[in-house]
């Protein structure tokens, strides 16, 4: 199937088997989202959070979609793994416009859609030219934190920003084990238990509950 839909436009440390699963730890790694989505699920038909019910699909999406991708290791499932990427990246993005107050709320919805759409579209493109395109998810991350950044300064007192923190802290550690893996710095091929990506799919899952926390108490506070 590698040779057949092309290679990924990255090689994480994982040694790839011959098996059903190609990468064990960073596939099985991605349980992980699937908890947190099943908790955020679990929150939303206890409180009727729509918070928590955009945060149960989006993360569910997000560790399916990479779930195949290690599992099978080809360029086609690295597009869907960008999908799931972009839908819950973009749509905390449109959110956060609108919170700032750059977006009205009856266009988050096309913003969300367009975002996710049009960068995925555009991942083949930067695929020939031969630009890292993971750079589009850090761009999005980025808009995120900067955005949050500038409504913390303007947050009233029964807004907290603790559990964005703790998101931000670990989603820094996520970043730092993967960029370990990718560079070699940490790296044993042959263990399928433990790899720097696969921490990097644990630590940014528990960046995402705190994420989810974090627009939960906001959609509490009315924010």
């Not at 049009?118 to 999005?140: E, I, K, M, S, W």
Request: aromatic share 12%.
């Amino acid at each position: 199937m590698r040779v057949a839909w092309g290679e990924p436009n990255v090689k994480w440390c994982e040694a790839t088997v011959c098996a059903w699963v190609n990468e064990p730890a960073n596939a099985w790694s991605n349980l992980a989202y699937v908890a947190v989505a099943l908790g955020c699920a679990w929150q939303w038909r206890r409180t009727g959070s729509r918070t928590m019910a955009r945060f149960a699909w989006t993360t569910l999406l997000v560790g399916a979609f990479s779930f195949v991708f290690h599992a099978t290791n080809n360029f086609a499932t690295q597009l869907l793994d960008f999908v799931g990427m972009y839908v819950l990246a973009f749509l905390l993005v449109a959110l956060n416009l609108h919170r700032v107050g750059w977006l009205p709320r009856e266009r988050v919805g096309a913003v969300h859609t367009g975002l996710t759409v049009g960068c995925t579209l555009l991942v083949p493109v930067l695929r020939l030219a031969g630009f890292p395109y993971q750079l589009v998810v850090l761009g999005a991350v980025l808009v995120i934190v900067g955005t949050e950044l500038h409504l913390s300064r303007r947050a009233a007192p029964r807004e907290s920003y603790r559990d964005f923190w703790l998101a931000v802290g670990l989603m820094a550690a996520a970043a730092a084990c993967s960029v370990a893996d990718v560079t070699r710095v940490w790296c044993d091929p042959d263990n399928h238990w433990l790899q720097g990506h696969a921490a990097w799919h644990g630590l940014s899952a528990l960046a995402l509950l705190f994420t989810a926390r974090h627009h939960a108490g906001l959609e509490e506070a009315g924010a």
